[in-house]
Nanobody, 125 residues
Framework: QVWLLESGGGLVQAGDSLRLSCAAS????????MGWFRQAPGKEREFVAL????????SYADSVQGRFTISRDEAKNTVYLQMNSLKPEDTAVYYC??????????????????WGQGTQVTVSS
């Protein structure tokens, strides 16, 4: 079992920055990929970014490429999502997720094994 706890959300203005954190506990050695997803009201949960073990590989949604950066501190079992140049359309609940599949780089939410409870990010115009 792996538990994930997100933090760092809040209310900001367009153009501001936020850094989200996701602290993992439990059998973290079984986790290969960590991902961030988001879900806006009335919309499906969508992929934002992922990072593989030891930060060897990352992937981003086109909508956040160049603005968001995912990173991973293995020693702290924590994954970060640095969000710059935020836009009102970035408003959503942001979720951290973990996948145990070696070699995978999944962008589909269904592929992930564990989820956090989410943290709200609201960007005002």
């Amino acid at each position: 079992q792996v538990w994930l706890l997100e933090s760092g959300g809040g209310l900001v203005q367009a153009g501001d920055s936020l850094r989200l954190s996701c602290a993992a506990s439990g059998r973290t050695s079984s986790v290969y990929v960590m991902g961030w997803f988001r879900q806006a009201p009335g919309k499906e949960r969508e992929f934002v970014a992922l990072i593989t073990r030891s930060g060897g590989s990352t992937s981003y949604a086109d909508s956040v490429q160049g603005r968001f950066t995912i990173s991973r501190d293995e020693a702290k079992n924590t994954v970060y999502l640095q969000m710059n140049s935020l836009k009102p359309e970035d408003t959503a609940v942001y979720y951290c997720a973990a996948d145990r599949s070696p070699g995978a780089r999944p962008t589909a939410a269904a592929a992930y094994d564990y989820w956090g409870q989410g943290t709200q990010v609201t960007v005002s115009s």
